[in-house]
């Protein structure tokens, strides 16, 4: 089901810069929500849409960090170059004469490595655009933000205008967290990657401020992440308010409200516990959650099937190497291979399987923030 568009549809070219391995599940996700064009590249996914899917992108997107508009690519390997190639682009349909327009980015393996200068050049170039297009000499900047990002990569310029604002990984429920959380994109990832179902039941048995089980219960439900955030684009002229209010209608109507999805979450750690039920409660899911106070050796199942997801401490994290290791043996133990069970682990340990006492049935390399990480899945 797709939001009507608006009359004054336009055509507009997406990008989402995204983690290492979660690509083609951001791709799939796009083309749920009516994205054309949709195409997987290396940390990136391109698509193409107008101002509604620009609204449900945001809104509605479990995977992504940021919906951003290509505003256009070229090749550059002198600043001259880099100028002109900015210079050529529309940025009049979008940034308006009082408009901000900061930039910011980042160069990799290009010939033009100074990011400060490419930063300056880059703004420079828009200015003189813009100033052809307004006739004016000075540019106050005080209307609605348009954060200009730029990529240089193996001298291929791409040049961006944010609409998210912060992260979409903040959905507004986890205003406090324990000591290394888990970003929530990562952890709807991991529970679309179980292949989480509402008949299922989940368990995380480590679960800290309790972001896999929200999570979870938000995925199965089908509750948009974004619906009671906002975004940078609900600011801008070109975008009616119309627009967002009918997608989040929509992202409203289409999520379920008779699910017998059942979640159990344990931790050692009161105080976590605590942080967890709070921030279930704010994502309105705290129907769906037990939270119990529980080491993982006492872990004990409370129905005959069930699917675990857990971010175990580690060496790199919270435990050192030893403690970590100790504490996937006591894993392998709790978590026995059994008819019905699944088991969803990320690790950054290669030795995993080793101290688990088993090989995984499937293993999938992600990124947990800048920390490589292998999710260990056992389901036979």
């Known amino acids: 089901m797709l939001g009507k568009e608006s009359k004054s549809a336009m055509k507009i070219n997406f990008v989402i810069p995204c983690l290492l391995g979660l690509e083609k599940l951001i791709a799939d996700e796009m083309k749920a929500l009516g994205a054309e064009n949709v195409v997987s590249e290396n940390g990136r996914v391109l698509f193409s849409g107008d101002e509604n899917l620009l609204a449900r992108a945001n809104i509605c997107s479990r995977y992504a960090e940021r919906i951003q508009i290509l505003v256009g690519s070229f090749e550059a390997k002198t600043f001259e170059e880099l100028f002109q190639g900015t210079k050529?682009?529309?940025?009049?349909?979008?940034?308006?004469?009082?408009?901000?327009?900061?930039?910011?980015?980042?160069?990799?393996?290009?010939?033009?490595?100074?990011?400060?200068?490419?930063?300056?050049?880059?703004?420079?170039?828009?200015?003189?655009?813009?100033?052809?297009?307004?006739?004016?000499?000075?540019?106050?900047?005080?209307?609605?933000?348009?954060?200009?990002?730029?990529?240089?990569?193996?001298?291929?310029?791409?040049?961006?205008i944010d609409t998210s604002g912060y992260g979409l990984h903040k959905r507004g429920y986890r205003l406090e967290s324990n000591g290394a959380p888990m970003k929530e994109t990562l952890a709807a990832s991991l529970c679309c990657l179980a292949r989480l179902r509402p008949y299922h039941t989940l368990y995380d048995p480590m679960c800290g401020s309790g972001t896999i089980l929200i999570e979870g219960a938000m995925l199965v439900n089908n509750m948009a992440p974004g619906v009671n955030r906002h975004f940078t684009a609900e600011r801008w002229e070109k975008i009616p308010e119309s627009v967002w209010n009918e997608e989040r209608d929509r992202a409203r109507s289409l999520a379920l409200t008779d699910s017998q999805f059942v979640c159990y979450g344990s931790d050692i750690d009161e105080r976590s516990l605590e942080v967890a039920l709070a921030n279930a409660t704010r994502a309105g899911v705290d129907k769906y959650i037990t939270f119990e106070k529980k080491d993982i050796k006492d872990f004990t199942p409370k129905s005959e099937k069930g699917t675990v997801i857990c971010n175990p401490p580690y060496g790199e994290r919270l435990l050192d190497l030893q403690q970590a290791e100790l504490l996937y043996k006591t894993m392998g133990k709790r978590f026995p291979q059994q008819r019905g069970w699944a088991y969803n682990i990320i690790s950054p340990s290669e030795d995993f399987e080793v101290f688990f006492g088993r090989k995984a049935d499937k293993r999938r390399k992600l990124y947990n923030g800048m920390i490589k990480c292998q999710l260990y899945m056992y389901y036979k």
């Open 88 to 160: 050529a682009l529309p940025w009049e349909e979008w940034i308006g004469a009082y408009d901000a327009f900061p930039v910011k980015g980042y160069s990799l393996n290009s010939a033009l490595f100074s990011v400060s200068d490419c930063q300056s050049i880059i703004k420079k170039a828009v200015v003189e655009r813009l100033k052809s297009k307004y006739n004016i000499s000075w540019f106050e900047e005080t209307g609605p933000l348009y954060q200009i990002q730029f990529s240089i990569m193996k001298n291929q310029v791409s040049l961006l």
